[in-house]
């Protein structure tokens, strides 16, 4: 029987899902993208699903896009096929907070999944980096684009443009990883991390990832009446006026994501 390329439990409102492709290194290739594509598709539309972890194998979060595939195509074929583009773009869509657990490599393509993702939790084995120059390409799924925008444009140039491998702690130090743990509790700290924020409420949640993710598209005037009109449209949220009346009845809120 087939092993399935992504594996999914649900903890609470938490979803769990497993990079699961342990003998390529969880290289990433079409089948595997379109699965992982599928579940979160599904789970944005889930209401009892609030957030979603995204895992890989120990050794490896995903070791790069396939290069053995990518290798037999020209300019024709990947234009075709619009390459890298569909199923290699779900979690860049997904509006649900998002959170990478990454033990071991996530490079190349691996590293630009995490990149899409809302928050990345690393083991102390973790390695980022985008090193596509080093088989004579260039990041080609939102690297350029993603990674200055969390370790600013000179260090981004300078990891690429020396192909470097970087560890956890110097990813956390230049603000691409939130937090770093021992690697055997990278899961379980990721899953708290998850739940500790699915404990909000769903709809809040998913205007505020909207209102921060757009800050880089807007000029800062544009950006707070934005952020205005998302803030009015929380008036409407149940959980709003229960979040407000239990924080003058100093008691716990008791949110109904709705």
């Not at 120990?58 to 990947?78: E, H, I, N």
């Not at 999944?113 to 799924?141: K, N």
């Not at 690429?160 to 603000?175: M, Q, S």
């Not at 209102?211 to 803030?231: C, H, Q, V, W, Y």
Request: charged letters at 20%.
């Amino acid at each position: 029987m087939q092993e399935l390329l992504v594996v999914a439990e649900r903890i609470g409102r938490v979803a769990h899902l497993q990079l699961n492709r342990p003998t390529k290194a969880n290289v990433l290739n079409a089948e595997l993208m379109a699965a992982l594509s599928a579940h979160l598709a599904h789970l944005d539309g889930d209401d009892e699903v609030s957030v979603i972890v995204i895992s890989g194998h120990p050794k490896f979060f995903a070791a790069g896009a396939d290069v053995a595939a990518m290798v037999k195509l020209d300019t024709a074929d990947v234009i075709r096929e619009r390459f890298l583009t569909g199923a290699w773009e779900c979690v860049g869509r997904v509006r649900k907070p998002v959170i990478a657990a990454v033990t071991g490599y996530a490079t190349g393509g691996g590293c630009e999944l995490v990149q899409s993702c809302d928050a990345i939790i690393a083991g102390e084995s973790a390695r980022f980096g985008q090193p596509e120059l080093a088989v004579g390409t260039i990041p080609g799924l939102g690297g350029t684009q993603r990674l200055p925008r969390w370790i600013g444009r000179m260090r981004a140039l300078d990891w690429c443009l020396r192909a470097r491998v970087v560890t956890a702690r110097e990813a956390h130090d230049a603000g691409l990883v939130t937090q770093v743990v021992a690697d055997e509790n990278v899961v379980p700290h990721a899953i708290a991390y998850a739940q500790e924020v699915a404990a909000y409420s769903l709809p809040a949640l998913i205007l505020l990832k909207e209102a921060i993710n757009r800050t880089a598209e807007m000029p800062l005037s544009a950006g707070l009446d934005f952020e205005k009109r998302l803030f009015y449209s929380t008036f409407a949220f149940e959980d709003r006026r229960e979040g407000m009346a239990a924080f003058l009845a100093k008691r716990a809120p008791v949110f109904r994501h709705a």
